[in-house]
């Protein structure tokens, strides 16, 4: 949106429906008074606080096709609801940007993994005892199970109502599910992130889940916050690579986008 242009909640809510099945979210980007730029997330069903990989497109995007922006290490996105986070350029470098992930909140719970795997269409022994279960929110309120074995991780498929109603009853946005065990030994980990409240059952790209599991990793000792990445997605697609550092004791999330469709949107 630029040029003044601005649209009512309703319209964004009724653009992002159109999109269900395309996208997972839509990202509204536009002017801003206290930032460089405004973004605004969107996903068929409601508002969402906060969107780390479409924050990562649509920056990576933008900074590659203005040349002016590309001289630029670092910009400022402004957020409905997480504040202004930084955008750290680095496509010269690593052919990627990194985002300041918003500020964590160590939430817990005491949710039996018994119930957890029910949900999930887990048994119980599938969950690994190794590593604890937890709620961490940087950006989205974001429940992390651990799983034992990479081949069950990856053929995970729950029921989308169920685990909707779910995530409702306990006010949890995002179910995160990880292995330490790898596709690529380049990779930390492998996780799959599912999102059943925002109108789809799984996200391929995470940033926020992403960046709450950096969290957890250095919380738990299993990273120590040099760069790494992590892989993410199920096992019939291609996984997506998801790139984590820390900064100032911060972690920020980073990766790369593809142009698929160039056009106008008319309303």
Request: negative net charge.
């Amino acid at each position: 949106m630029g040029n003044g242009q601005t649209l009512s909640t309703d319209q964004m809510l009724a653009i992002a429906r159109q999109h269900k099945g395309f996208v997972s979210e839509v990202i509204y980007c536009s002017e801003s008074s206290s930032a460089d730029y405004k973004l605004i997330y969107y996903s068929s069903e409601c508002e969402v606080d906060f969107c780390g990989h479409g924050t990562i497109a649509c920056m990576y995007s933008l900074i590659k096709s203005i040349a002016e922006l590309m001289e630029k290490s670092e910009l400022v996105i402004e957020t409905n609801n997480k504040g202004n986070l930084i955008v750290y350029n680095r496509i010269s470098e690593q052919d990627a940007v990194f985002i300041t992930a918003p500020e964590p909140k160590h939430i817990g719970t005491d949710l039996p993994s018994e119930i957890i795997a029910q949900n999930l269409k887990l048994r119980s022994e599938q969950i690994c005892n190794q590593y604890p279960i937890d709620i961490i929110d940087a950006g989205l309120r974001t429940l992390i199970v651990p799983l034992t074995a990479l081949k069950d991780e990856v053929n995970v498929y729950p029921h989308e109502q169920q685990l909707k109603n779910f995530c409702l009853d306990h006010d949890i946005d995002i179910i995160l599910i990880f292995t330490k065990e790898v596709q690529s030994t380049q990779n930390i980990a492998h996780t799959r992130v599912f999102a059943p409240r925002f109108g789809y059952l799984e996200d391929p790209a995470t940033g926020s889940g992403n960046s709450a599991f950096g969290y957890y990793m250095i919380k738990n000792k299993l990273w120590d916050g040099t760069g790494t990445s992590i892989e993410q997605g199920n096992t019939g697609m291609e996984f997506n690579i998801v790139k984590l550092i820390t900064l100032d004791g911060k972690i920020l999330f980073g990766g790369r986008a593809t142009e698929r469709i160039i056009g106008k949107y008319l309303i």
